[in-house]
């Protein structure tokens, strides 16, 4: 059997300068790619012409590509001898759902590789011109999401903002526009009202929006800003260092 291989490819925020060579190089090699729904245009442009481009949509609220038909398609592909590239946005190993791809590519006899992407959750306060970490505000970083899978327990909000707290850690959250709500009631129960808290929609991308309040006003802020999916809040101290002037995007706003 010619058997092929994968590629987990991270193709980063949106913005294509910040993919990796190596990312490029394996875009450019494939003759199968799978892409999700949030790899920018500019991205998948980098395919060459003979390339089979198959889009497979994964988004939250919204009509989905199954994922056990995605994993089909790669082991089917690569069995025929393609040089598959399953282009996913941000980071395959965080949020991406690489690793459920990996071990079923494993079980089924196909060699895999995967390439990291820079994750939306780094992309998103860098943009603004914050850390995630930094010596006198957060000794640490917790990603987290807050979509979690049916059927499953969702994270525990009191214990992670009691221990973002006591541990001074920054709190970055994926996928939680639709339950900020109820996120933003769960972690006050352990972090002041005034934690500072950065909202980013589509960050890296010409049309990247923010917003930054606190963590008592999360909720109303998204509400009223009209910030939606895809989005991450980001909550702790570093956040105050985008009041600093100069610091804020000029088409950004503030609340």
């Not at 939680?176 to 996120?183: E, L, N």
């Not at 999360?218 to 999916?229: D, M, P, Y």
């Amino acid at each position: 059997m010619n058997t092929g291989k994968v590629t987990l490819v991270g193709a980063g925020p949106g913005d294509p300068e910040l993919l990796t060579l190596k990312a490029l190089k394996a875009i450019q090699a494939a003759t199968v790619l799978l892409v999700d729904d949030l790899v920018s245009p500019e991205v998948v442009a980098h395919a060459p012409p003979g390339a089979r481009i198959i889009q497979v949509g994964k988004r939250g609220g919204c009509k989905s590509t199954p994922q056990a038909f995605i994993e089909r398609l790669m082991v089917m592909a690569a069995r025929e001898g393609e040089n598959v590239v399953r282009l996913k946005g941000g980071d395959p190993f965080i949020f991406g759902r690489g690793g459920e791809e990996v071990e079923h590519l494993r079980a089924a006899g196909i060699h895999v590789e995967v390439v990291n992407g820079i994750t939306s959750g780094l992309a998103a306060v860098t943009s603004l011109g914050v850390p995630l970490t930094h010596r006198d505000h957060a000794q640490g970083v917790i990603f987290l999401t807050g979509h979690a899978q049916r059927g499953a327990r969702p994270p525990d909000w009191k214990a992670l903002a009691a221990t973002a707290r006591d541990a001074h850690l920054t709190l970055v959250i994926y996928m939680g526009v639709s339950s900020a709500g109820r996120i933003q009631e769960e972690l006050l129960s352990g972090l002041p009202a005034a934690t500072p808290v950065a909202i980013v929609q589509r960050a890296s991308m010409p049309e990247q929006r923010h917003a930054v309040t606190t963590l008592g006003g999360l909720a109303a802020t998204i509400e009223r800003e009209g910030l939606a999916s895809p989005s991450v809040i980001v909550v702790g101290d570093v956040v105050r260092g985008i009041a600093v002037a100069g610091q804020a995007l000029p088409n950004s706003r503030a609340a």
